[in-house]
């Protein structure tokens, strides 16, 4: 699009997680006026680390944020797989995306916090809860809980998994539950007995279970995450510590220790859910993107990353293109056929035709009757 239709055009967008917050921040370099609408009052990141990917760092290098996710980050060259007891799977580097070679693990918290913290004063508006959106075609009407009613030339829906945007105009299935629950925790680096010596990811795998590690050195933590089989579809399900032992038991005895030594009032716990992939992620004037469009289990840890990816891919779309209309079909055709099959592939909890083969019975049946 032309430079002046780009500064004419009123962008909404739904939701200031990952994707609508690094939305917000390339199209508004574009030069289009960009208004975040957020339904909580307050603005904060549940969980623990994640992984950002060399690609998405260089999204950031891109918008000119890099070293403000950078300094609350640590580098990591690799990532292993291992057994409970700590033999080796596997060890490999990160997938390199140019010049860039490392992943950066960050708390989910300070990733927010850098993100909104680059976004110019008033973008963001909290405690809009979004009730309805109609699309007229040359553009969309936002209505909010709060009464308050919002124009827009194109509304981006970035409003997560129980997306309201996708339920209204694209699908009204339901959320579907993995068969698992995920336990997360930050601890102290002092208190994770020695199992701390790196930058780097680790993954202990067996017996229905997955233990990550994930250093975040820059704070002297780790973020420690349990996904364990479960059938108990409860969002946010009663936990016991006994239950958490249960779910460790026979792993090295340092990560039953961390796991024992838990304040079970520090972990978030939750049932892990994802949606089914859906047919069309646009109409002429709103477009959905992250995990309103694809969300995908956390197992290929690209949930993150895929929405960074998104607002890279949209910003593009919308300065290649010559209307909003084509841009937004350029954007699914570009983006539907990765965040596809990255939904597969997490589905199956580890990648295509080894689950099985390397770690038998680690895939709940319920996983493979979805496919």
């Not at 995450?225 to 026979?250: N, S």
């Not at 009032?265 to 709103?286: E, G, L, M, Q, T």
Request: a negative charge; one cysteine or more; hydrophobic letters at 40%.
């Amino acid at each position: 699009m032309q430079l002046s239709d780009l500064k004419n055009l009123k962008i909404a967008i739904v939701g200031a997680g990952y994707g609508g917050a690094s939305a917000a921040k390339a199209l508004s370099l574009l030069g289009a006026d960009v208004n975040v609408y957020e339904q909580a009052n307050q603005i904060r990141e549940a969980g623990a680390g994640i992984g950002l990917r060399p690609s998405t760092m260089n999204r950031f290098r891109e918008w000119g944020i890099f070293d403000a996710i950078a300094k609350v980050s640590s580098p990591s060259e690799i990532f292993e797989i291992l057994t409970p007891t700590g033999d080796p799977i596997m060890k490999e580097e990160w997938p390199v995306a140019g010049e860039q070679t490392h992943t950066h693990l960050i708390h989910r918290g300070d990733f927010i916090d850098a993100l909104l913290s680059v976004l110019p004063e008033g973008m963001v508006h909290l405690g809009h809860k979004l009730e309805s959106v109609q699309d007229k075609g040359d553009g969309a009407v936002l209505t909010f809980a709060n009464g308050t009613s919002v124009e827009a030339d194109l509304v981006i829906g970035a409003d997560g998994i129980k997306s309201v945007v996708r339920r209204e105009l694209f699908s009204d299935k339901e959320p579907v539950f993995s068969g698992e629950h995920a336990y997360r925790a930050v601890i102290s680096a002092d208190d994770a007995y020695g199992m701390v010596v790196d930058d780097n990811l680790r993954m202990y795998i067996g017996r229905g279970t997955k233990i990550y590690l994930l250093p975040l050195r820059h704070r002297n933590q780790v973020s420690f995450d349990i996904t364990a089989l479960c059938p108990d579809g409860t969002w946010v399900p009663e936990v016991t510590k006994d239950d958490l032992l249960a779910t460790v038991e026979g792993f090295d005895e340092r990560l039953v220790n961390i796991t024992r030594d838990l304040d079970m009032d520090a972990v978030n716990i939750r049932a892990v859910y994802d949606i089914d992939s859906i047919d069309a992620w646009h109409s002429d004037s709103v477009v959905l993107m992250g995990d309103a469009a694809h969300s995908m289990l956390h197992h290929q840890g690209q949930g993150a990353n895929s929405a960074v990816e998104d607002a890279g891919a949209l910003a593009d779309a919308l300065r290649d293109a010559d209307s909003v209309k084509e841009a937004l079909a350029l954007f699914q055709a570009t983006r539907k056929p990765v965040t596809d099959k990255l939904q597969a592939v997490s589905r199956q909890g580890w990648s295509e035709g080894e689950i099985d083969e390397v770690f038998p019975g680690q895939k709940p049946a319920s996983i493979g009757a979805k496919g």
